[in-house]
T-cell receptor, first 115, second 112 residues
Framework: SQTIHQWPATLVQPVGSPLSLECTVE??????LYWYRQAAGRGLQLLFY??????ISSEVPQNLSASRPQDRQFILSSKKLLLSDSGFYLC??????????????FGEGSWLTVV | GENVEQHPSTLSVQEGDSAVIKCTYS??????FPWYKQELGKGPQLIID?????GEKKDQRIAVTLNKTAKHFSLHITETQPEDSAVYFC???????????FGTGTKLQVIP
C-alpha cells in the first residue's frame, strides 16, 4: 500500500532563517506531488505541484520554492522565512492512473511557527 | 479557474442529529467532487467522493448529492457522533490528474 511521510512534524524558526520540509511517498511511482499551506482556521492553499522529476509549477508568488530531486521526494524550501510563512504545511500525492478518480492523499502535515 | 464556495464555516449539532454542508463550484468542466475530513493537527483524509455521472452516493452515515445543473453539491451526515467533530473540506476538479480546488472548510462540532 502507498504511504506518505512528511517531516519535521513541528518546527519553530526565527525570521530570516532558512526552511526545508521534506516529503517522501512509498508504494507508488511517478506520482503527482503537491505542497499545500493551511493558515490557522483557513482553507487549503495550493503552493506547488509537480508532475515529474524537476517539473515544478508554482501557484502563488512567495518566498518559498520547491524541488523534486527524485521521483518520490518533494522538498519545500525558503532561504529567508517571513512571519507570514507560519502555518500548517501539507504534502500530498495523487496517482496518474487511478480509477477512483485520482484521489489526493495527504501527509500528516508540518506545523511551522516563524518567530 | 475553478472557484469553490463552502457553507457554513461552522456548524454545531446535537449528537444524533443530521449535519449538512453545502458547496458550489463555478467551472462546468469539473466532474470530480471529493470530500475530506481533517481532525485537529492531522492531514485531511478522503471520506467520500462523487463523479458527475452520479447524482447521489452513500456510505453508511455519509451521503453526497450533486446537482450539476445548479453547480452545487452537499455532504450529509446522519446520526452524528462526537467523533464526527472535525473540519470538512469539499473540492472540485476536472478529474484526471489535474488540480482540484478546495473549499474553505466547515468546522463541525457534535455536542454530546
Amino acid at each position: 500500500s502507498q504511504t506518505i511521510h512528511q517531516w519535521p512534524a513541528t518546527l519553530v524558526q526565527p525570521v530570516g532563517s532558512p526552511l526545508s520540509l521534506e516529503c517522501t511517498v512509498e508504494g507508488t511511482s511517478n506520482p503527482n506531488l503537491y505542497w499545500y499551506r493551511q493558515a490557522a482556521g483557513r482553507g487549503l492553499q495550493l503552493l506547488f505541484y509537480s508532475i515529474g522529476i524537476d517539473q515544478i509549477s508554482s501557484e502563488v508568488p512567495q518566498n518559498l520554492s520547491a524541488s523534486r530531486p527524485q521521483d518520490r521526494q518533494f522538498i519545500l524550501s525558503s532561504k529567508k522565512l517571513l512571519l507570514s510563512d507560519s502555518g500548517f504545511y501539507l504534502c500530498a500525492w495523487r496517482g496518474k492512473q487511478d480509477s477512483s478518480g485520482n484521489t489526493i492523499y495527504f501527509g500528516e502535515g508540518s506545523w511551522l511557527t516563524v518567530v | 479557474g475553478e472557484n469553490v464556495e463552502q457553507h457554513p464555516s461552522t456548524l454545531s449539532v446535537q449528537e444524533g442529529d443530521s449535519a449538512v454542508i453545502k458547496c458550489t463550484y463555478s467551472d462546468s468542466a469539473s466532474n470530480y467532487f471529493p470530500w475530506y475530513k481533517q481532525e485537529l493537527g492531522k492531514g485531511p483524509q478522503l471520506i467520500i467522493d462523487i463523479r458527475s455521472n452520479v447524482g447521489e452516493k452513500k456510505d453508511q452515515r455519509i451521503a453526497v448529492t450533486l446537482n450539476k445543473t445548479a453547480k452545487h453539491f452537499s455532504l450529509h451526515i446522519t446520526e452524528t457522533q462526537p467523533e464526527d467533530s472535525a473540519v470538512y473540506f469539499c473540492a472540485a476538479g476536472p478529474g484526471g490528474y489535474q488540480k482540484v480546488t478546495f473549499g474553505t472548510g466547515t468546522k463541525l462540532q457534535v455536542i454530546p
